[in-house]
C-alpha cells in the first residue's frame, strides 16, 4: 500500500476541524451532537492508522473502548435532547440560557 | 499506486466532503444522511488499512445505530425542515480559527519524518483483536459497560414519563 503514515494523520485531521466547526457553528443540538460523533470519528481513524504504521493491535482496541463512549454520549445526549423538549424547550441551543442574567 | 492506496484517497475525499455537506445543511434530516456517508466511508478507510473489525462495528454501532438514533429523535421531536444551506457568515469565526488549527496540524504531522515511509500491508483479525482487548485492556472493557449502564439508567430516568399530578412544569 503506497499510502504513508501522514496521510492518514492529515485525512484525521480534517474530519476532526470539520466536526469541531460543525460543533461550534451551528445552533441545532442535533447538529452539534453530529460534529461530536465527527471528531470522535476522526480520533478513530488515527487510532487505526497508528495500529498499522507500528504493528500492534492496541489501536483497534482503543477504537473499540472509543466507540463505546461515543454510543453513551449520543443516548445521553438525545435523551437530554428529549427530556427539555418535553419540558417546553427547542432543539435550538441558543435558547437554553434562562441562567442568564 | 496500488488499488488499495487509490481506494484510501477516493474514501478519503468522499468522507471530508460528506462531512462539509453534512456540516452545511440546515434540514438535520439531509445533514444525518451525509453524516451516515461519512461513518460508511470511515468504515470502508477501516478495512482498507488492516482493521475489518472496527470497519465493521463503525457499519454497526455508528451508521446503524447511533445515526438511526439521530434520524428517529428528528422525526419523533418533528424538527421544522429548513431548507438550503446554514448561511456562511456564521462558519467565518470558527473557520479561522479551524484553519489555524489545521495548519499547526499539518506542520506538525509533516515534522515527523518517520510519516512518509509507506504503511505496510496487514490485516488484523477479529479473533486476534479480541484476545488482546480482553488479555491486556479487560479493565477499560469493564469500565465502558459501567459508562453504558449509567448511560442506560440516565436515559431511564430522563425519558420518565411524569406522573399525572406532577406535569404542571410540562408546557404542552
Not at chain 2, 472493557?141 to 430516568?157: G, M, Q
Request: aromatic content about 6%.
Amino acid at each position: 500500500m503506497n499510502v504513508p503514515l501522514s496521510h492518514v494523520l492529515a485525512v484525521a485531521a480534517a474530519l476532526f476541524v470539520i466536526g469541531g466547526v460543525c460543533a461550534v457553528a451551528r445552533r441545532s443540538i442535533i447538529m452539534i451532537l453530529v460534529g461530536v460523533e465527527f471528531m470522535l470519528t476522526a480520533a478513530c481513524l488515527a487510532f487505526v492508522g497508528a495500529a498499522l504504521a507500528w504493528g500492534n493491535l492496541d489501536g483497534q482496541a482503543a477504537v473499540i473502548i472509543v466507540m463505546g463512549a461515543a454510543a453513551a454520549e449520543a443516548a445521553l445526549g438525545l435523551a437530554l435532547l428529549v427530556h427539555g423538549r418535553r419540558g417546553g424547550g427547542t432543539a435550538n441551543a441558543d435558547d437554553y440560557n434562562r441562567l442568564a442574567g | 499506486m496500488t488499488a488499495l492506496g487509490l481506494l484510501f484517497y477516493l474514501l478519503s475525499a468522499v468522507a471530508l466532503l460528506a462531512a462539509v455537506l453534512a456540516a452545511s445543511r440546515r434540514n438535520p434530516i439531509h445533514a444525518v444522511c451525509c453524516a451516515m456517508v461519512v461513518f460508511l466511508a470511515v468504515a470502508g478507510l477501516f478495512v482498507v488499512l488492516g482493521a475489518p473489525l472496527p470497519g465493521v462495528l463503525e457499519v454497526v454501532v455508528y451508521a446503524g445505530a447511533i445515526m438511526v438514533l439521530f434520524l428517529f429523535i428528528i422525526m419523533l421531536l418533528d424538527l421544522k425542515a429548513e431548507a438550503g444551506t446554514v448561511p456562511m457568515a456564521r462558519f467565518l469565526v470558527p473557520g479561522v480559527f479551524a484553519a489555524a488549527t489545521l495548519a499547526a496540524l499539518f506542520a506538525l504531522i509533516g515534522t515527523d519524518p518517520s510519516g512518509r515511509m509507506p504503511l505496510p500491508m496487514a490485516l488484523a483479525t477479529p479473533a486476534a483483536v479480541g484476545q488482546m482487548l480482553f488479555d491486556n485492556y479487560w479493565m477499560a472493557v469493564e469500565a465502558v459497560s459501567i459508562l453504558l449502564f449509567a448511560a442506560l439508567a440516565a436515559v431511564l430516568l430522563l425519558g420518565r414519563t411524569p406522573p399525572a399530578n406532577a406535569n404542571k412544569g410540562s408546557a404542552a
